[in-house]
T-cell receptor, first 113, second 114 residues
Framework: KAGVTQTPRYLIKTRGQQVTLSCSPI?????VSWYQQTPGQGLQFLFE???????NKGNFPGRFSGRQFSNSRSEMNVSTLELGDSALYLC????????????FGPGTRLTVT | SQQGEEDPQALSIQEGENATMNCSYK?????LQWYRQNSGRGLVHLIL?????REKHSGRLRVTLDTSKKSSSLLITASRAADTASYFC??????????????FGKGTTLSVSS
């Protein structure tokens, strides 16, 4: 089976712009979760989508949003980018039921200047 | 919020030695998972141990879980240079809700030299 894929792998944006990141889960996986990784805060949970519905949400401002399509592919959007949004954004897929083993993609490295 | 906290933060050993990393967490869990990350890349799932299990093995990996102490340990035996990476434990914060929200610790950086 193909693994989790994320596009683009690297992105440079300017403060105030918006960005959309894409994630394709492992075939058959219905849950997609997003995480932000920074040197200061570590790995932090953003949100999880299951069957096109947001099922869990972390403590991030409303500038961070996402969606999931009927084929389980997911997109994450960040509006009005801030310098602090520079991070590695990781997508993970799972079957969506216990025990929730998650499989991660290679990540998108976002740099905000 | 940080659920798991790994100890030590950094570990340097020689090839062939064993490496032990510890993780402590705060709330009740369904299971605990360990992941490896090589130099800012994606996380690789290593092993999952359920709350009713005390020990689990996978190749050179041995994981223990002590729910009374809210702690887990990851042992890598006969380390190799390729084991050089950061290791994270992760727990599910939403104990009674459906869905996945893994809470990660800050990780242990393991360096294995030849």
């Amino acid at each position: 089976k193909a693994g989790v894929t994320q596009t683009p792998r690297y992105l440079i944006k300017t403060r105030g712009q918006q960005v959309t990141l894409s994630c394709s889960p492992i075939s058959g996986h219905r849950s997609v979760s997003w995480y932000q990784q920074t040197p200061g805060q570590g790995l932090q949970f953003l949100f999880e989508y299951f069957s096109e519905t947001q099922r869990n949400k972390g403590n991030f401002p409303g500038r961070f949003s996402g969606r999931q399509f009927s084929n389980s592919r997911s997109e994450m959007n960040v509006s009005t980018l801030e310098l602090g949004d520079s991070a590695l954004y990781l997508c993970a897929s799972s079957l969506g039921q216990p025990p929730y083993e998650q499989y991660f993609g290679p990540g998108t490295r976002l740099t905000v200047t | 919020s940080q659920q798991g906290e790994e100890d030590p933060q950094a570990l340097s050993i020689q090839e062939g030695e064993n490496a032990t990393m510890n993780c402590s967490y705060k709330t009740s869990i369904n299971n605990l998972q360990w992941y490896r990350q090589n130099s800012g890349r994606g996380l690789v799932h290593l092993i999952l141990i359920r709350s009713n299990e005390r020990e689990k093995h996978s190749g050179r990996l041995r994981v223990t879980l002590d729910t009374s102490k809210k702690s887990s340990s990851l042992l890598i035996t006969a380390s190799r240079a390729a084991d050089t990476a950061s290791y994270f434990c992760a727990t599910d914060e939403r104990y009674n809700q459906a869905g996945t929200a893994l809470i990660f610790g800050k990780g242990t950086t393991l360096s294995v030299s030849s």
